[in-house]
């Protein structure tokens, strides 16, 4: 059989350095063909020359069996292949419905009618978003389900998914794997780039896995286990490391508090919740999307307001504080790391050594009148090397790094500004097993400084390797606690859900 897609000996280099180096891969009609490795192995540069986005340094695609060059995404969609961005792609000031018709609209449009078209398809893909909302209006997940949902209507025959289960909930997840299984059956060729191993393994028909740029294997799903891959991305097994308790650390004890939340309240996504946070110690929040984990998080460190009658009460350290904006609360020392980094993160056209000094600018704490350069550069050199930044250097720009690379850099504006307190909201989202090992210890360190860190995850081997005691946070409340001694993922989901 001719494969649909081929890439033979392909090489990608930017500003000199190669991103991929004579890689070989075949997608064939109808197939689930997952793609994995680390942060940086090369997977999205892979699948962009796919899609048009960057062209090859050498080597040559095969579409079809004739070789093809992409000059353009639209190009490549003309083609026939779609790609679903790990960062979306939607434009804010257009509509779900608009953005799903985007370069596919007919001459004369009614708007009526193109939301009635829209609410049908996406009822179709069981996808519950409102199609006249506005893309800027949507969170993460609703964002996804429109890229995927633009990506099915242009009936490709090839469809490039680059994380798209990282925001969904269990049962959008359901469906986003039912819908995969249609796609294939109606011949579609897929292509599956996801951390998640277990779901690769589900879904898939072949595995190729990639590492430092190369092309390491390729073999059908049923010869490979979660060892097996982890093995073949980073050349040792890291199941052990991530995703089990460190038998040999006690749980560390309470300290003092820091954080006392009481009676919280922000319309209907935060009712009366209430949770103290220690120092030296590391709280887990975990709920399901949509729990009001991400809001209660953000009133805490300024980003949103809470009720301005019956808000509740947020003490630091004893103090009562009301942030309305984020400087005041970073200046006391309370920071939020962001679940979307991309749009709140970073300065995606700023360079790293950019990024990290304009967070020590922003937190005002030497009160500086002159910007050194030299200090930047320091500064950015000791904290690259601190968490392991793997970048040609500390000009590069932010934008041109690896997910779990520019998570690094995130975490390091956010440490330069010398915290008391430090919220992770999903710190592993989009982040490869090794980058993963990586960011746990960093947070496990913060935590043995004395820090209070709290870590709000929905991933629950996550939650239970890291934490010290475990809040469950349900329709915008927290509802239960758990100490580590008496946590278990039976326990916590049925907290979450019932």
Known sequence: MTPILELRNVSKEFHGVAAIRGVDFALMPGEVHSLLGENGAGKSTLTKIMAGV???????????????????????????????????SLVPSLTVAQNIYLGNEKFLNRLRGIYIAAQQFLQSLNFGVDPTMYVSQLGAAQKQMV???????????????DEPTATLTPEEKHHFFALIARLKKDGVSIIFISHALEEALAISDRITILRDGQHVVTDDAGNFDRDKIIAAMVGRTLSEELYSRDKSRSVRGYGRKVLSVQNLSMGKMVRNTSFSVYGGQITGIFGLIGSGRTETAKIISGVIKRDFFHGGEVRLEGKSVRYRVPRPAI?????????????EGFFET???????YMNLLSADLNKRAVISYSEMMALAETWTRKLNVKAI??????????GG??????????LVQKPKLIIF???????????????????????????????????????????????VSRQGRIVEEF?????????????AVH
């Open 54 to 88: 960057h062209k090859a340094s050498s080597g040559e695609v095969l579409l079809d069996g004739r070789p093809r060059v992409f000059d353009s995404p639209a190009e490549a969609l003309h083609n026939g292949i779609a790609m679903v961005f790990q960062e979306t």
């Open 147 to 161: 890229e995927i949902a633009r990506a099915v209507h242009h009936k490709a025959r090839v469809i490039i998914f």
């Open 331 to 343: 200046k006391d020392g309370v920071v939020y790391v962001t679940e979307d980094r991309k749009i």
């Open 350 to 356: 700023k360079s790293i050594a950019e990024n990290i």
């Open 393 to 402: 250097d500390s000009n590069a720009r932010v934008i041109e790094l690896s």
């Open 405 to 414: 690379n520019q998570q690094k850099v995130v975490i390091a504006r956010s």
């Open 425 to 471: 909201d999903e710190p592993t989202r989009g982040v490869d097993v090794g980058a993963i090992a990586e960011l746990h210890h960093v947070i496990n360190e913060l935590a043995d400084s004395g820090l209070a860190v709290v870590v709000i995850s929905s991933y629950l081997p996550e939650i239970l390797n890291l934490a010290d005691r475990i809040l």
């Open 483 to 495: 100490s580590m001694e008496e946590a278990t993922e039976e326990k916590i989901m049925y907290a």
